[in-house]
């Protein structure tokens, strides 16, 4: 798959959720920031962590991408 594909397929699913008027953010849905510590450290013990290609042996990557959702 080439990069204009990828683009053209990211923008269809932000069209999607558009249209179906779907929470993009996590602070449409209610999430308090206050949780994102909380959240990290048990993203860092889950299983699934182990399969990631960037792997971490810290919070802050986790946190980071948090806060990008938010």
Known sequence: MNIAKAAA???AV???QVELGVPT???EVGLSKE???AIA???MGDR???F???RTDTVEPVLAIL???W
Do not use: G, M, T, W
């Open 48 to 50: 699934s962590l182990y």
């Open 14 to 16: 932000k069209a999607l």
């Open 41 to 43: 450290r048990h993203v």
């Open 25 to 27: 953010r996590l602070r």
């Open 52 to 54: 990631n290609p960037s």
């Open 9 to 11: 397929s990211i923008d």
């Open 67 to 69: 806060e990008e959702a």
């Open 35 to 37: 949780l994102f510590p």
